[in-house]
């Protein structure tokens, strides 16, 4: 907010305040419904322009307003306790004036409105028209009271209560209609200044979660590293076989632990917003031969086809944070072997854009897997969300990878997105924008003239390969057929002879 906003604000507030009688003359109609709806404008207004002035002041503000509006002496703002008690919260007399020490207020009247929830308005706490409530009013040697509830979403969280002496006139029906409206606006002023006070809090202690969990997951790394690494040392040494397996039970215990703690620390950054992203020069090539080399042993062991087909046009001496790219990559492809029995799963990757000295390259990491049910598409990029999570008692795997992946990408300039369909695979794309290594120029069209106009026959078991071959030998001209297996290839091939 800026300074002249605010002195603004107070300026405006005290014309109100001086004048509230004045226009609120003006905008009193007699007809009850147009009055209300007058007054809650005002009121409305008046809120507006008070959003720029600490809490405290709006309170005193409406409660001074709302004295003077009713020409009362007092109006005392009373507000429920944890216990449920009311506490007197704003005490104002004429002219805007904090009343000093405890203030007496009938406690009656308070104790009926909230009770019954209704507004309770005494005209003449000597006229008997409520006998014992008149009477406690009267002891207080006051003439006429009103009390309204303040409602927050039908929860009663106080009252609002005017009062003047005997020497003053009884409060009219008018007076009545305009406290009320009065009154429901006090309720939505305090709801807000909950709301807002609820909002600081929420952020100030999600802020400081995440920074607990980065400072902890950077603990817990430290003595980790050593637990991995003694181990790896421990598996150099002459085991038994039974020896052997429970060491291989800490590594494998060890490494998942750390893979969940590194997701955890990478979460906490990210919300923290404490992630840096380096730039270095780097080989694309290099990137992708770290993920199949890491991957490809669980994706042989599974029966698994690893294909990364790299299209042609892609310039591969980029410069950005490769070790995060190779963190998504590698997410993405983990998953895909995970949720794949049997086919394949191919890393393929393209080059949407290129100028002189960026390009923009698309990566899509496409199985032959379970699928992911549609309703689950958008979900999975949430924090610990899984389709199924027996999987994760399976395979390992808290739900972090994907979120984790789909910030880094965003983080980078990049975007993220999931295709699936279920029973028959799953592919997850990212694009990412990224500069190319100075003096890398366009690659050169490899000149493989040779080849222009013969007719191929790709074979191979997997149909990304497949596609991937078909497409570079067009690429030089051939034309070109596909088969599976042997026997669909000697079948191409006695076809092609007899034409
Ligand atoms: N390639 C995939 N095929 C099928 N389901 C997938 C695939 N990738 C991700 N999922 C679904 O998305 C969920 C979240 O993935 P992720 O965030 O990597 O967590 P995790 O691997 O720890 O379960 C997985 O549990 C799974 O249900
Ligand atoms: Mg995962």
Redesign the pocket.
Known sequence: MSEDHAVNSVATIELLRRDSQKILKGVLTGDPEKDRRNVSTLLATINAVSSNLDDAEITKNLVDMIVSLTEADRGILLLRDAEGDLEVTVARGLGGVDLEGEVTYSRSVAAKVTSSGRSVCIVDSLSGEYPRLGESVHELQLRTVMCAPLLMSDNLIGVMYVDSRLAREGFTGADLTVFEALCKQVAISLTNIRLKRASVRAEASSEAKSLFLANMSHELRTPMNAVVGVTALLLDEDLTPQQRELVEIIRSSADSLMALVSDILDVSKIEAGHLDMVSVDFDLRDVLEDVTDQLSLRALEKGLELVCPVELDVPVLLRGDAGRLRQVIS?LV??AV?FTSQGEVSIWVSCDERDEDRATLRFAVTDTGIGIPDDHLETIFCTFSQVDPSHSRRHG?A????PIAKHLVELMGGEMGANSVLGKGSSFWFTLPLLTQPGCALPVEPALTKLEGKSALVVDASVMNRVWLSTLMESWGCGCEEAEDPEQAMARLRRAATR
């Open positions: 997410n983990e998953n995970k795997g739900g972090l990878g994907l």
